[in-house]
């Protein structure tokens, strides 16, 4: 192997933990948990107010399941993002935040959604939720 040959593999070996760690950071990015801490129902738009705590990634647009850990990690349902805010700021996208408000629509299987409910992206690993 001559010293040319070398460096082709140095670099392909460098473009390779690039790509690998860029794939890691975009699976991590998309895992979010939000403990709930309280609910609003909106009633002139049908819609409900979720305050809570979140850990990870999110943005206007995402899926999450929800379940209540005290009854169990089963999933309850699926609601989509339609409005987030921090710090009384509109935003079209939360990282960790130690007060996020999240606007989605009201559906009847969220009447089992109370304090202490964790809302969760599809990737997100059992022992994250509790």
């Known amino acids: 192997m001559g010293i040319f040959d070398f460096l082709k593999k140095t670099e392909a ?3 390779t933990a690039t790509t690998e760690s860029n794939k890691e ?3 991590a990015e998309g895992n979010v948990c939000v403990g709930v801490l309280d609910l609003f129902p ?3 738009t049908n819609q ?3 305050v809570g705590s979140l850990e990870g990634s999110i943005k206007v647009g995402d899926q999450l399941q ?3 850990p005290d009854q169990g990690m ?3 349902g699926t609601v989509e993002v339609k409005k987030l805010s921090s710090q009384n700021k509109d935003a079209d996208s939360l990282t960790d935040e130690v007060l996020a408000h999240l606007v989605v629509d009201r559906i009847p299987s969220l009447d089992k959604l109370k304090k202490g409910s964790v809302l ?3 990737g997100v690993d059992e022992e994250q939720i509790i």
């Open 66 to 68: 929800f379940c209540n």
């Open 74 to 76: 089963e999933s309850l």
């Open 13 to 15: 070996t460098k473009t």
């Open 42 to 44: 909106m009633k002139e």
């Open 120 to 122: 969760f992206s599809s």
């Open 48 to 50: 409900l107010l979720i």
């Open 25 to 27: 950071a975009e699976e």
